[in-house]
């Protein structure tokens, strides 16, 4: 096909864009964090609503929040306290998502040596969830609660426009669902209003290219597995 040269440098970003899981000690400035939501921002949106809203965390401001979750998480009672204001995953677990969610997992833990039944070392290993992976730069995106299902579809693309957008400027991502089950915490030490509700957390940084888990990189489907082409 007869495309643009420059095209090649949005596949790559795409491409590129993986979950990663270790950070190096190596601060991320305040402007490149505005500059890649400065383009995040042109994401579409259902009449332009634009519904989404950052909070995003370095130094003393991640650190904090990060110790309230992780202590919530290791006291058993509180982390049976916490639970999610929405659901994320299915009730039900059936092929193929099944399949999927257990090779990703089996991967991850292969990586980093933790056996089956160390329940010890996956607590922790989900813990680092809550820190952000260590990466200097938490962002947390909430929503207006009185939007509806369209909106959270456009936050998506915005999502992904952040993730793109870092990547690009060669940083790295990892979209973390796990900060849910703390929105209580979250809307807490943030001060968020109560017409806010939480998306999603996710860690923004330099990728650790020592870190084992680093190296995970997912299987995707082919497009003969989920398009079908008609009228061609």
């Known amino acids: 096909m007869d495309y643009p040269h420059s095209y090649r ?6 491409i590129g864009r ?16 505005e500059d890649i939501l400065d383009v995040a921002r042109r994401a579409p949106s259902g009449t332009n609503m634009q519904p989404w809203k950052v909070y ?3 130094g003393q401001a991640r650190r904090s929040l990060a110790d309230r979750i992780v202590a919530a998480f290791d006291d058993p009672v ?18 193929p998502y099944i399949e999927r969610r257990r090779k990703v997992g089996l991967s991850l833990y292969g990586l980093l040596g ?21 990466a200097p730069v938490g962002l947390i995106f909430t929503i207006d609660r009185i939007l509806e299902l369209g909106s959270w579809l456009d936050y998506g693309m915005f999502l992904q426009n952040v993730m793109v957008a870092a990547r690009a400027r060669g940083l790295d991502t990892c979209p973390q669902a796990a900060f849910t089950q703390f929105h209580a915490i979250i809307s807490d030490e943030l001060k968020l209003p109560p017409t806010e509700m939480l998306v999603c957390g996710m860690a923004l940084g330099y990728a ?9 990189v997912t299987e995707r489907e082919p497009v003969s597995a989920f398009a079908q082409f008609r009228g061609w």
Request: charged share 25%.
């Open 9 to 14: 440098h949005v596949d790559d970003a795409m």
């Open 56 to 58: 995003a965390l370095s």
């Open 78 to 95: 509180q982390n049976a306290a916490h639970t999610d204001e929405y659901a994320y995953y299915p009730k039900e677990w059936v092929s």
């Open 114 to 134: 933790i056996g089956k039944g160390e329940k010890a070392r996956m607590h922790q290993q989900h813990a680092r969830n809550f820190t952000f992976f260590e």
């Open 18 to 33: 993986r979950s990663i899981r270790a950070y190096l000690d190596r601060p991320v400035e305040q402007a490149i964090v």
């Open 208 to 216: 650790d290219p020592a870190a084992p888990e680093n190296t995970l």
